[in-house]
């Protein structure tokens, strides 16, 4: 099978990391798998066995995502969104793949409908319409008026033959979120969470017993870092390990090690064996993204979720209180967020110690490629 996966991550770099998971299982079937990126390059990300196309790249403006702005923090004009749709469509008739898949819309990324569509209309108007599936994480944006679920919808019926939900219905069902019609229901297929495969961590390796804190690769966790270290200095009996992520990540360290902080805690970048740390840790501080979430159900951490709440957005504050329900997990708000709560939180998370994994089904990506392959063959 040739697929193509079409992803643009406008904020964090969930997104992408996301679909590359997805990409990296189809090429370990065997599969030959190429990711149309149209974000801000994240060479930082495992992109092993996978094509990676970059488009020319956008971001939102913070947490405005009808206002996008090029790689040099210009708002992007017309030149540059034509220059995205022929880049892509020509990506994908040269492929000829045999499935398409689109990250994230037609439920979201609506100021790239243009750019979808097209795609879209090239895949149709090829010599062999290949398969077009949409993948969506478990939690999505609500539509703020029916008439968006009625276009998505729409847009389902016309072009796609299967809408790949990365959630186990059993914890986060897709109508938390959004309209569930009885015109999208029959081509949902539930694929579990997708998560890389997960590895038991030597228990002699580092982060054992510590409090793990991090917030993603964006400025929007600083806020949860500061108040961090003064619960760090509040709780002298724990130790604190703060994990700052994104291309200016030095920059941000510096910034927050300038006023100092208490000799039970210490900051570095982001790490590539954040996974095993979090299998080691008391417990996490952290957003409440789809990665980091599935991350922390997989180890089993204590964990407290500050969900991400800028602007108008809901998506981890929905999934934050679905995950609440569990043993070991709390959630401050970022309107209580402070060094009393933080370090409250995590004291009572830790005593109730590490969490049963349950029945939630993790393989989502490997379910993803046997779902796609059973589709290809009907």
């Known amino acids: 099978m040739k697929l193509v996966i079409v992803v643009t991550h406008l904020l964090g770099t969930g997104h992408l990391s996301r679909a590359l998971t997805l990409g990296r299982a189809f090429a370990s079937a065997g599969h030959e798998v190429t990711v149309a990126s149209g974000g801000m390059p994240a060479p930082q990300l495992d992109a092993q066995g996978v094509g990676l196309v970059q488009l020319p790249p956008l971001r939102s403006d913070g947490t405005d995502f009808a206002r996008l702005l090029d790689d040099r923090g210009f708002l992007a004009d017309s030149t540059l969104h034509e220059a995205r749709r022929n880049q892509l469509t020509a990506c994908i008739r040269a492929i000829q793949p045999d499935a398409v898949m689109t990250e994230l819309f037609p439920f979201g990324r609506r100021s790239l409908s243009q750019e979808f569509l097209a795609a879209l209309d090239t895949v149709r108007n090829l010599p062999r319409r290949p398969l077009v599936v949409s ?3 478990d939690i999505l944006a609500p539509p703020s008026k029916p008439a968006k679920a009625e276009r998505a919808d729409e847009i389902i019926a016309e072009h796609y033959h299967a809408v790949l939900v990365h959630s186990d219905p059993s914890a986060t069902p897709l109508e938390l979120s959004w309209p569930v019609s009885d015109r999208l229901e029959p081509r949902l297929r539930y694929t579990g969470y997708v998560a890389p495969p997960y590895a038991r961590p030597d228990p002699d390796g580092p982060g054992q017993g510590e409090i793990i804190v991090s917030a993603g690769g964006g400025a929007v966790g600083t806020p949860i870092f500061q108040v961090a270290l003064d619960a760090a200095e509040a709780t002298p009996e724990m130790r604190w390990r703060l994990l700052v992520g994104g ?8 910034a927050l090690a300038s006023k100092g902080f ?11 064996d954040f996974r095993a740390l979090l299998g080691r840790a008391a417990a996490s501080v952290s957003m409440c993204g789809y990665n980091t979430a599935i991350d922390i159900l997989q180890a089993g951490t204590p964990a407290v979720f ?3 709440d800028d602007g108008q957005e809901v998506e981890q504050g929905l999934r934050a209180r679905a995950l609440a329900a569990l043993p070991a997990v709390q959630v ?3 309107s209580e967020l402070t060094a ?4 409250s939180a995590v004291r009572s998370v830790a005593r109730e110690g590490p969490r049963e994994t349950g029945d939630f089904a993790f393989d989502g990506a490997a379910r993803s490629v046997s779902i796609l392959q059973e589709l290809l063959e009907k």
């Open 332 to 334: 401050v708000r970022t």
């Open 340 to 343: 009393h709560a933080i370090a």
């Open 247 to 254: 291309n200016d990540a030095m920059d941000r360290i510096s």
């Open 135 to 137: 993948s969506i994480r």
């Open 262 to 272: 208490p000799p039970n805690a210490f900051i570095e970048p982001a790490r590539p």
């Open 306 to 308: 500050v969900p991400f």
